[in-house]
C-alpha cells in the first residue's frame, strides 16, 4: 500500500507583526483590528515559491537523496508562467535528468491533487508544495496569507524505509464552485462573500467528499484522531468535525497565530505539522478546498516513531525574527514604488545558454574534487588548485549544497545595490575544502563574524525586471537559520 515516507517543511523566517499592519492601515480600514493578534510569515526579498520549495525537500530528503522516480511541484504563485519550476526543483537538488517531472496549479487542492496522483503514481515521488502570495495593501487577506511549503516522500516503502503513513482511501469530488480566483492579467485574488463560501462551499462540498471517503474507507468519524481542513474562516473545520461525528479534539491548528495560511501549500502544511506530533496507529483526515474537494485518509505506522528528525513545519516556526516594519513587507512584495538609485538600473539580462552550461554549478552547486590529490575546490575547473598538484582534467563533480561553511572575510557593503541594504558578502571555507565569494542571507548585524557556521541556501540572486527572469544561485546563512 502507497503512504508517506517522509516529510519537510519550511517557513520563512521573516514574521510580520500583524499589529504593525494593523497600525498602518487602521485610518482607512478600521475593521482590520479584528486581526491585529499574532504574526504572520513572510518571504524575505530573495524567496519565491521554488525557493521555499527547494528547502523544504531538502529538509525532506535529508543528507542521503534516496533513488527518485519522479518530483511533483503544487503552487498557485509559481515565479514563472511559462518554465516548469519541477525540473528547476529536480535541477537545485542535483537530481539525474531521467527523473519524471509535473508541475500542478490553478486550484487550492492542487497540492492536494498531487498528492493523490503521486501516490497512485507508484515508484519513489517527491512531491513538494509552496506559495508565495501577494496582496492588496490594506485587506483582510494581507493579514490572513503567510508564505511557507511543505515537502513529502512518497512511495511503497521497503525494509530500508517503510511507510511512516499508509493511505488507506482517497476521494475527490470536481465542482466548479468558484469562492476566488485571479484572472489571466491580474495580480490578486477576488475573493466572494463569506457567508456564500462557508455555507454554499465548505459546509456542503466538504461534508460529501468526507461521506464518500468515509463509505471507501469503512471508518466513522469517531476513528479519526486528526482533521485537518485548511480554512480562512474561523468556526468551519470545527462545524464540519462536529456535522461528521469527528471528536472536538481531533481538529488541528490551522497555524494562523504564527503562520498564516499558505494557500494550496496548507494542507500539506499542516500535515507535516501533524505527522510531527501524531503517534504510531492513529488515522489522519487531510482535506483540500478549491473547486471541487480532495479527501484522504491516512494511518500512521510503527515507523513513524524511528524516522530521523527534520525540522519540518515545528522546527521552522520555532525560528522565527519578529519583523515590525510594514514598509519592508511592501518593498519586498513590490507594493509600492521604489527608488533604488542608479545603480539598481543596471541590465540583468541572463544570458540562457551560459545559464544552461554552467546548470549544474549555478543551480546545483557542484564544484570538482582532484581525483590525483582529493582537493576539493569551487568552481570545477581543468587543473587542480593545489598548488602541490596542479594535475590536468583529474576532476569529478563534487556536492557544496549540503557541506558546511565557515567565514573567512566578510563585508557589509551600503554602496552595492540591494533591495535589503546593506549587502552582506564573503569568502566561506567549505568544511573538508573549497571556498568561495558569497552573498549572506537572513542575518542581523553584529550576529556573525570571522568563524561563523554558515550553511547555504537556494535563493533568488537578482531579477531581471526588464525580462520578467529570476536567476537564483547560492547563499551563505548562519547555521541554524532560515
Known amino acids: 500500500m502507497p503512504g508517506i515516507i517522509a516529510y519537510g517543511g519550511y517557513v520563512p523566517r521573516l514574521r510580520l507583526q500583524r499589529k504593525s499592519m494593523v497600525e498602518a492601515n487602521a485610518w482607512f480600514n478600521p475593521g482590520l483590528a479584528a486581526y491585529a493578534k499574532g504574526e504572520r510569515a513572510i518571504c524575505n526579498w530573495d524567496e519565491d515559491a521554488v525557493t521555499m520549495a527547494v528547502a523544504a525537500a531538502r529538509d525532506c530528503l535529508g543528507a542521503q537523496t534516496p533513488k527518485l522516480d519522479a518530483v511533483y511541484f503544487a503552487s498557485t504563485t509559481s515565479p514563472f508562467q511559462d518554465r516548469q519550476c519541477a525540473t528547476l526543483l529536480a535541477t537545485a537538488l542535483d537530481l539525474p535528468e531521467g527523473i519524471e517531472t509535473l508541475d500542478l496549479t490553478t486550484s487550492q487542492r492542487a497540492a492536494t491533487s498531487a498528492l493523490i496522483a503521486g501516490l497512485n503514481r507508484g515508484g519513489s515521488v517527491l512531491l513538494a508544495a509552496a506559495e508565495h502570495r501577494r496582496t492588496k495593501a490594506a485587506s483582510a487577506l494581507e493579514l490572513l496569507y503567510g508564505d511557507g511549503a511543505a515537502a513529502l516522500l512518497l512511495g511503497p516503502g521497503d525494509g530500508a524505509a517503510p511507510p511512516i503513513a499508509k493511505l488507506v482511501a482517497a476521494h475527490s469530488l470536481s465542482d466548479d464552485f468558484v469562492d476566488h480566483y485571479r484572472g489571466e492579467t491580474e495580480s490578486f485574488d477576488y475573493m466572494w462573500e463569506e457567508r456564500w463560501i462557508r455555507d454554499e462551499g465548505y459546509m456542503k462540498l466538504v461534508p460529501r467528499a468526507l461521506m464518500g471517503l468515509a463509505e471507501k474507507a469503512k471508518v466513522k468519524g469517531a476513528d479519526i484522531a486528526h482533521f485537518i481542513l485548511p480554512c480562512l474562516y474561523r468556526g468551519v473545520p470545527e462545524g464540519i468535525a462536529k456535522r461528521l461525528g469527528i471528536p472536538d479534539a481531533a481538529v488541528r491548528d490551522n497555524l494562523q497565530a504564527g503562520l498564516g495560511n499558505t494557500g494550496a501549500a496548507h494542507a500539506l502544511v499542516m500535515l507535516v505539522h501533524t505527522l510531527q506530533h501524531a503517534k504510531p496507529g492513529e488515522k489522519i483526515l487531510v482535506v483540500g478546498f478549491g473547486q ?137 571555507q567549505f568544511d573538508g575544502g573549497g571556498r568561495m565569494m558569497a552573498d549572506f542571507t537572513d542575518v542581523d548585524p553584529g550576529s556573525f563574524d570571522v568563524g561563523t557556521k554558515m550553511r547555504m541556501v537556494f535563493r533568488v540572486r537578482e531579477y531581471d525586471k526588464a525580462r520578467g527572469f529570476r536567476k537564483y544561485f547560492w547563499k551563505a546563512t548562519p547555521a541554524g537559520k532560515g
Not at 367 to 385: A, D, L, N, W
Open 292 to 428: 471541487g474537494c480532495d479527501a484522504l485518509l491516512f494511518e500512521t505506522t510503527p515507523a513513524l516513531a524511528q524516522l530521523a528528525p527534520r525540522d519540518g513545519i515545528a522546527g521552522a516556526l520555532k525560528r522565527g525574527r519578529a519583523e515590525t516594519n510594514y514598509n519592508r513587507f511592501l518593498a519586498f512584495n513590490s507594493l509600492v514604488v521604489q527608488d533604488g538609485g542608479m545603480r539598481s538600473e543596471i541590465d540583468r539580462q541572463t544570458q540562457l545558454s551560459m545559464l544552461y552550461r554552467n546548470r549544474d554549478m549555478l543551480t546545483a552547486l557542484a564544484g570538482g574534487r582532484c581525483t590525483k590529490c582529493g582537493t576539493r575546490q569551487f568552481p570545477k575547473s581543468h587543473i587542480c588548485v593545489n598548488p602541490n598538484c596542479g594535475a590536468l582534467d583529474t576532476q569529478e563533480d563534487a556536492p557544496f549544497a549540503n557541506t558546511g561553511a565557515s567565514i573567512v572575510t566578510w563585508s557589509a557593503d551600503w554602496l552595492t545595490y540591494t533591495p535589503d541594504p546593506p549587502a552582506h558578502y564573503g569568502m566561506v
